[in-house]
Structures are given as C-alpha cells and as structure tokens.
C-alpha cells in the first residue's frame, strides 16, 4: 500500500526530531535515547530511523555510542558564511 503524503511527511519529521536530539546531545547512548522514544514507536522504527541517518553519514555509531558527525563546511556554497 502506498503511503499517504500525510504519512510521508509525520515519517520525515520523526527522522528529523531524532537526528536534532542527537545533535543537541552530540553524543548519547542508542539504548537511553530508544528508552526515552520507545512510548512513540516500536524498535524496528527507530533502527530504520538510525540506519537512515547511519547512512546519511550524520551519525556514527561505535559501542553502541550515538555521536553527531557534523557535516563539512562546502567551499562551493552559493551562500557563503551561511547567508541568503
């Protein structure tokens, strides 16, 4: 079954709250921060959700240690120094 733009949408903002708490966090253990999510979804959810943002090289994972990478600044950025 295809999913609904609704759905779609409430997935990529459930990825998105998870890769800014672990931002904010920069480090945090996988099994604190699924203990703390775990009253909103299932484990396989959240192990899609942290082998999406695995993937994305936005987070690295060693000992089961969750840690931020934070991505490198683009020389060839149409917006230098962050500006619109």
Do not use: C
Request: overall charge negative.
């Amino acid at each position: 079954m295809k999913p609904t733009p609704e759905q779609v949408f409430a997935s990529l903002n459930l990825v998105k709250a998870v890769a800014d708490t672990i931002r904010d966090l920069k480090q945090v253990p996988s099994g604190l921060l699924y203990s703390e999510l775990m009253a909103y979804m299932d484990l396989e959810t959240y192990n899609k959700i942290i082998g999406i943002l695995k993937s994305a090289g936005l987070v690295t994972e060693q000992n089961y240690l969750l840690t931020w990478v934070e991505p490198p600044k683009s020389e060839s950025h149409p917006y230098p120094n962050g500006r619109y």
